[in-house]
């Protein structure tokens, strides 16, 4: 097999999957907190149209396509928060009239043919020019560095807008920037993953790494890693294998996705018959119970009647038996009334 790096196509595709998997996830992973998901499709069928026009006025297709969804993505935005319409029904006008109106544009190009447009809707590793690779890392990099610049500010919004709206954080300019970045993310990613698959390399990552990460910033990192993984992987698989690379990126994605939710579902099950169960009490451990509360780990153990008893998940876990009941006063213990005890939701 010929050394992938030593053929100047994949080269450049292998670059531009790098950039495309880690902008990507990181875009993506507020579109998820957002329940947007589905927002790609609609930029990527904007982004189709601005194509067309690129190749029927002999314009660079790459930067008609970045104006077009830019300004689809900002409209978009505008009439959802003015509330003239709804997002679904934005994003459905989006969806239809993007792609009707690429598929008679480029109707009207000298080959007379729609079919120059196949290239842009499932991607093509042996379209990455030179040239477009300068303008797709220079866009990856201003991705990268206002998404993580605002990324405290993103989350806020993601999570509760009137909240962040109540705190003074400015919502609207924060969400069109964050649709001007799917916009964006969506252009550079049309080469490698195509128009109508790049919305599923923004969101299979994340949803891969949320079964298993405890915080956003571990979730985000673990994301970019699948994404990198993915488009990388997946350009590099087809090569030999001869298949379409957005396909192929898609369909690796996909297939992280199934093996880490079989992965932590079979850790779950395992983990949960390691722990032992305490014996059935009526009586609550708590604030004021009576009952010495004892630092233990990153939890809390209460020692009643010589067994050291921790709440999870609305039952008690036995941790062993506490052979040095410590004294009032001990620095190894606290009386329960002297802090606020876990609730019985709180795992261990």
Request: glycine share 10%; with cysteine.
């Amino acid at each position: 097999m010929i050394d992938l790096l030593t053929v100047d196509f994949m080269q450049r595709a292998l670059i531009a999957a790098l950039l495309v998997g880690t902008v990507a996830p990181m875009v993506g992973i507020f579109l998820v907190q957002r329940r947007l998901s589905l927002i790609g499709d609609g930029m990527g069928h904007v982004a189709l149209a601005g194509v067309a026009i690129g190749l029927v006025t002999g314009a660079a297709p790459v930067l008609t396509a970045l104006v077009a969804a830019v300004v689809a993505a900002v409209v978009i935005e505008l009439l959802r928060t003015r509330g003239r319409t709804n997002g679904d029904v934005a994003l459905a006008v989006i969806f239809y009239g993007g792609i009707a109106a690429g598929v008679v544009i480029i109707s009207k190009s000298p080959d007379g043919t729609p079919a120059n447009l196949m290239k842009y809707l499932f991607g093509s590793i042996l379209t990455t020019q030179r040239s477009d690779l300068y303008v797709f890392a220079g866009l990856a990099v201003l991705i990268a560095v206002t998404t993580w610049a605002l990324r405290p500010r993103l989350f806020a919004v993601a999570n509760d807008e009137e909240y962040a709206r109540a705190v003074g954080i400015p919502v609207l300019p924060l969400n069109i920037v964050l649709a001007v970045l799917t916009a964006t993310t969506v252009v550079v990613a049309m080469r490698v993953v195509g128009l109508l698959l790049i919305s599923a390399l923004m969101i299979v990552p994340n949803a891969a790494s949320q079964l298993f990460a405890r915080s956003f910033s571990s979730g985000l990192r673990w994301a970019i890693a699948f994404g990198l993984v993915s488009s990388v992987g997946g350009v590099a698989l087809s090569y030999p294998l001869d298949t379409p690379s957005g396909g192929t990126i898609v369909l690796l994605a996909v297939g992280l996705f199934v093996v880490t939710a079989v992965v932590t579902s079979v850790v779950a099950r395992t983990g949960s018959r390691r722990h032992e169960v305490a014996e059935t009490h009526a009586h609550e451990h708590g604030v004021e119970c009576g009952h010495p509360a004892v630092t233990h780990g990153d939890h809390v153990d209460y020692v009643h009647d010589g067994h050291l008893h921790a709440a999870h998940e609305g039952h008690y876990d036995e941790h062993g038996v506490h052979h040095d009941h410590p004294a009032p006063g001990d620095a190894r213990a606290e009386p329960a009334g002297t802090r606020p005890g876990p609730t019985t939701g709180s795992k261990p």
